[in-house]
């Protein structure tokens, strides 16, 4: 097997976001294909690939072995980064899982460590919302694109992070910074998204809905807003 030809580009936005020495924690690590090529690229000191279950540790194992990585690259079960001891990394790549749960990861170490590598596939906005009110500051962020999909990969440090509009939870500032390129085609995904919800609740004239929909007009203002300044680019 050739590790270049499994890493997708969403893996390979994940792999490019770990920093040059870092000594990692891949939580929820699958078939261990972020420390086998961050390590065959010569990018890490040394890596523990962790999983909450057997089965996907296993195949970690089995690819760490067939590369010749079993001194460099460790496995251990562990359910976040629960079973991480202070010392063993100073990095976590927490991805390809849902946003709450990335958060409730965090909620849960037992150590702080210096960088978080988070790629959520789902709540990617109450992601950056938990961050910014639990003392996490995002650093930076980028966008990969896989099967029609856009995905979000952020770079988080401790610190404190000001978020001075709403939509950037939607939106992280760091893509605007970028002028990340599938940053137009995220935001025209964002706006269809929120139209076509706004629109049920609309259709429902309900007076419980209200609130939601007078929520969801602000989200789109701000979205629109966003992609106004995008297009400019």
Request: contains cysteine; negative net charge.
């Amino acid at each position: 097997m050739n590790i270049q030809s499994v890493m997708t580009p969403r893996l390979l936005a994940i792999a490019d976001s770990v920093p040059f020495g870092a000594m990692v924690a891949d939580v929820g690590t699958d078939h261990g294909y972020i420390p086998i090529y961050l390590y065959k690229e010569h990018k890490i000191k040394r890596a523990l690939a962790m999983d909450l279950r057997q089965g996907p540790l296993s195949r970690a194992e089995e690819n760490i072995d067939r590369f010749g990585l079993k001194d460099f690259i460790k496995t251990r079960l562990s359910d976040g980064l629960c079973a991480l001891s202070e010392g063993e990394a100073d990095t976590a790549v927490i991805a390809g899982m849902g946003g709450l749960l990335i958060a409730e990861i965090l909620e849960k170490s037992p150590v702080q460590l210096e960088h978080y590598i988070l790629q959520p596939m789902t709540a990617t906005a109450e992601l950056r919302e938990y961050l910014a009110q639990n003392d996490y500051e995002i650093t930076d962020e980028r966008l990969a694109k896989e099967d029609n999909k856009i995905y979000t990969v952020m770079t988080v440090k401790h610190g404190k992070m000001m978020v001075s509009d709403p939509v950037y939870y939607q939106v992280g500032e760091k893509l605007i910074e970028n002028r990340d390129p599938l940053l137009p085609e995220l935001l025209d995904l964002l706006i269809h998204k929120y139209s076509e919800a706004l629109g049920g609740l609309l259709r429902a004239e309900k007076v419980d809905t209200r609130a939601k929909a007078d929520e969801y007009k602000k989200v789109l203002t701000g979205l629109k807003r966003l992609k106004e300044t995008c297009d400019l680019w």
